[in-house]
């Protein structure tokens, strides 16, 4: 029978994915599986390492969710890469087995982040006889990330490539720096997905006395440059009194919270907040007045897309990923590193930030609905099936 006339079976596997020992790793994956399964039968198998796992050598969990059945297997983590090595190969290999044996043997996978998950393709007989496509969220191919990407993983990387059906990296930016290193390939294009919940739309926003502004990263200063932000606030502060940045992470801030104490703006102009929820997220976007995103560089961005999701304009560097779709209709784009632009940007939107129209904006967010995303994707599989 045709693919094109019964449910097509995925399986996800991804060096990156939300699990046990970091909740939030590779959220882009799963959301990705979540759009793939409005279409097809999707499963997912992660394996990755569990330094709290003493008793036991492996665990294995089983795990059903928004109609998708996951298989998780924790690793005890070995100090000697060789042995974490084939560990994590003969992991893989049980975990195929687990899932052919209890869901159905997949028709094809879909494997994110080429490296370590594709060594699979490589090692694994099974594997190999399972046609895959594989999406590229990884900024390390960035030139601005200044990733020194060794000799064997070089080669590995250019061999999975070699063997997968498509390369869908998630902007057209991080295709153009994979080709520019000859990692070559069939490539296209496949963004990431903004969850629904941003595009439900709040009543207008009361009139207030400050304007919001807000940074959500896991404030990785090497690449968001959240130091930049701080010096910036801190000087727009010296001029206006009339704003609040609100600073949302995952990651450690007390450095940055050191800093902001020091220029005497902490939980005055600039406040820092834990990771939310995405409905906690979609709340505090559509409540703010302006994103800001000073990043060196970027492979997509998925703030800046759930950002105009939310209609609300952004201040963005021009530093890869979406970003280099955005015009002035959507905020303002300025250059990485360039903290005057920055400041003069804030400045701008603070009295003009309700000149933005939010139709424009969500209208831009709209082509990575999951189903937008999950369909095209849909039409991947058949494509490389067929």
């Not at 665990?59 to 924790?74: L, Q, R």
């Not at 000697?80 to 893989?92: E, S």
């Not at 990296?169 to 390939?185: Q, R, T």
């Not at 603070?350 to 967010?365: G, M, P, R, S, V």
Request: proline share 3%; hydrophobic share 45%.
């Amino acid at each position: 029978m045709s693919k094109e006339n019964s449910k097509i079976k995925v399986l996800f596997i991804s060096s990156w994915f939300p699990n046990r020992v970091k909740p939030t790793f590779g959220n882009f994956v799963q959301k990705h599986a979540e759009a793939v399964s409005l279409f097809a039968d999707v499963s997912i198998l992660h394996v990755c390492f569990d330094e709290n796992l003493t008793e036991k050598k492996s665990e294995i969990v089983y795990c059903f969710e928004k109609n998708i059945n996951s298989i998780f297997i924790y690793l005890e983590k070995n100090k000697f890469p060789i042995f974490r090595f084939l560990k994590y190969i003969k992991a893989y290999r049980k975990g195929l087995t687990l899932i052919k044996e209890k869901y159905s043997n997949p028709d094809i996978i879909h494997a994110n982040i080429a490296f370590p998950v594709g060594l699979v393709f490589i090692f694994i007989k099974a594997f190999k006889k399972i046609p895959f496509v594989l999406s590229e969220h990884w900024t390390g191919y960035l030139f601005q990330a200044h990733t020194k990407i060794g000799f064997l993983r070089k080669y590995f990387i250019k061999r999975i490539l070699k063997k997968a059906a498509l390369i869908m990296p998630v902007s057209a930016d991080l295709k153009e720096a994979m080709e520019g290193i000859e990692f070559n390939g069939k490539y296209k294009v496949v963004g990431n997905v903004v969850d629904d919940v941003f595009f439900n739309h709040h009543p207008d926003k009361p009139k207030k006395n400050k304007i919001k502004f807000l940074h959500v990263s896991s404030l990785d200063d090497r690449q968001k440059n959240i130091s930049g932000i701080i010096r910036a606030i801190h000087q727009v502060s010296e001029q206006r009194k009339d704003f609040e940045v609100l600073i949302i992470s995952d990651g450690m801030a007390g450095t940055f919270i050191q800093k902001a104490r020091e220029l005497n703006i902490l939980n005055n102009f600039v406040f820092f907040e834990n990771k939310k929820s995405t409905k906690e997220l979609s709340d505090i976007m559509h409540h703010s007045d302006c994103l800001i995103m000073f990043s060196h560089f970027e492979s997509f961005s998925i703030v800046i897309a759930e950002s105009l999701a939310s209609g609300l304009p952004i201040i963005a560097t021009r530093a890869g990923g979406i970003a280099a779709d955005i015009s002035q209709e959507h905020g303002i784009i300025i250059k990485p590193g360039d903290e005057t632009a920055l400041i003069n940007a804030m400045l701008y939107i603070i009295d003009h930030h309700d000149e933005y129209q939010k139709e424009l904006l969500i209208t831009f967010a709209e082509k990575f609905k999951a189903k937008i995303i999950g369909k095209e994707f849909l039409d991947i599989y058949i494509h490389c099936l067929n």
